[in-house]
Structure formats: C-alpha cells, structure tokens
C-alpha cells in the first residue's frame, strides 16, 4: 500500500495546490490553518487533542456497536475502554478531524435556526484552523513511537500507508464541500489513480530490470 499512497500524497498536493492557491476564494481557510500552524508551535492544545482523539475512538466504537465502557482524558495521555476493537475504531482518530466536524454541525445547526450566510468565513476558518490542528498533531503523535492503536490494526507497515491515503482523500472531500467550484472530484479521483498506476509501474520495471541483471551476473 505504501507506494499507492505515496502516489496519492504527490497528486492530492498537485490536485489540490492550484485550488488553494486562489487566495480571495480561500484566505479564511487558509488564516485559519496558519492560527493552527502557530498554535501547534507554541506547543499547547495536547489536552484539546487527546480529549478529540479518545471521543473518536468511543465514537467509531459506538458506530459499529461496540459498547464503550470508560473515556479517559489527561494532559499528555488518554484511553477508551472497550468490550472489543477492530480496525476502524483503532484508527479512526487519525484520519477523523473530531472538531471539524463539530464546526460543521454547528454551522449546520445554525443554519436551521438562523440566517447565518453572514457568518461563513468565520466557518471556513474555523475549518482551516481545525483541520491543520488534526493534521499537526497527527503527524506529531505518528512520527513518535509506534502507537498501540497501529499495533492493534494490524501493525504500522499497513496502518501508516492506509492512514496517509485516508488523509490525502479526506482534505480532497473537505475541500470540495467547502469550495464547491475549485476542485472535480472525478478529475482528482483520476489523477490519483494515475499516479498510483504509474508508480507500480516503475516499481515492476525496477523488479524486472533487477532480476534479469541478477540472471545475468547468476550465468557468467
């Protein structure tokens, strides 16, 4: 899976560079990503990470009608208990941004009651700020020892690769249903498939060129 979502990564930041790159449609998202960015700098928001990342897991457990039995948040730490896992649950909080969707469903809820069209940027930035806040500190907690809940979905050589293609997608969904008119979901789903194709490719001739010559050095 590993060059398959390598693959993905190059075309979601081809696919999804130009899109961002039109500042007067996107500079709500974009201030609020770079709030989040300073934030993540100054080191705070662990606990705000960890209370998400533990009501993910409850909540994907729920989901698929596993019975959570105890929600545990601390500064640094946290756990769920549950009567069983799989390998949704261990890994939704990583490829779930908890409080961008919270922000939606505030701003849909909004929506029913109110006329609040006045208020969308301030949504878009908080969909900005939220969504680097999931990513920076997804990557922070990846990029350390290798986490239980990796182990428990069938280990970090399948969880990694599958967490970052889940991601890549994810920013192209978010992004389409925030910017309706920048992005074609079909001309994306395209290029990643492309790219994906075109990287197994190389791979096989690589595969094939390193046997023959292998053949080659075996005979003489």
Same mark, same amino acid.
Request: charged content about 10%; glycine content about 6%; some cysteine.
């Given at each position: 899976? &590993?060059?398959?979502?390598?693959?993905?990564?190059? $075309?979601?930041?081809? $696919? /999804?560079?130009?899109?961002?790159?039109?500042? +007067?449609?996107?500079? @709500?998202?974009?201030?609020?990503?770079?709030?989040?960015?300073?934030?993540?700098?100054?080191?705070?928001?662990?606990?705000? !990470?960890?209370?998400?990342?533990? /009501?993910?897991?409850?909540?994907? $457990?729920?989901?698929?009608?596993?019975?959570?039995?105890?929600?545990? *948040?601390?500064?640094? =730490?946290? !756990? *769920?208990?549950?009567?069983?896992? +799989?390998?949704?649950?261990?890994?939704?909080?990583?490829?779930? @941004?908890? %409080?961008?969707?919270?922000?939606?469903?505030?701003?849909?809820?909004? #929506?029913?009651?109110?006329?609040?069209?006045?208020?969308?940027?301030?949504?878009? #930035?908080?969909?900005?700020?939220?969504?680097?806040?999931?990513?920076?500190?997804?990557?922070?907690? /990846?990029?350390?020892?290798?986490? =239980?809940?990796?182990?428990?979905?069938?280990?970090? *050589?399948? =969880?990694?690769?599958?967490?970052?293609?889940? +991601?890549? /997608? #994810?920013? $192209? *969904?978010?992004?389409?249903?925030?910017?309706?008119?920048?992005?074609?979901?079909?001309? !994306?789903?395209?290029?990643?498939?492309?790219?994906? &194709?075109?990287?197994?490719?190389?791979?096989?001739?690589?595969?094939? %060129?390193?046997? +023959?010559? &292998?053949?080659? !050095?075996?005979?003489?």
């Amino acid at each position: 899976m &590993a060059p398959a979502a390598l693959a993905a990564a190059w $075309a979601t930041a081809a $696919a /999804l560079g130009p899109a961002l790159a039109r500042i +007067n449609v996107t500079f @709500p998202l974009l201030a609020g990503a770079l709030a989040g960015l300073l934030l993540h700098l100054t080191g705070r928001g662990r606990r705000l !990470y960890v209370t998400a990342h533990e /009501l993910t897991h409850a909540l994907a $457990a729920v989901s698929t009608g596993v019975r959570v039995r105890k929600i545990s *948040v601390k500064k640094q =730490s946290g !756990y *769920v208990l549950l009567d069983s896992t +799989n390998a949704f649950i261990s890994l939704a909080p990583y490829f779930i @941004p908890f %409080y961008t969707l919270a922000a939606a469903a505030a701003w849909r809820g909004a #929506g029913l009651f109110w006329d609040a069209a006045h208020l969308r940027p301030w949504f878009v #930035g908080a969909a900005g700020f939220t969504l680097a806040f999931h990513l920076l500190h997804t990557a922070d907690i /990846l990029s350390g020892p290798v986490q =239980s809940d990796l182990k428990k979905a069938g280990g970090p *050589v399948f =969880s990694l690769p599958l967490l970052l293609l889940l +991601n890549c /997608l #994810g920013l $192209a *969904v978010a992004l389409k249903l925030l910017f309706p008119e920048l992005l074609s979901l079909k001309a !994306y789903t395209r290029q990643v498939l492309d790219a994906q &194709a075109a990287a197994y490719r190389h791979l096989f001739a690589a595969a094939a %060129y390193a046997v +023959n010559t &292998a053949k080659i !050095y075996l005979r003489s």
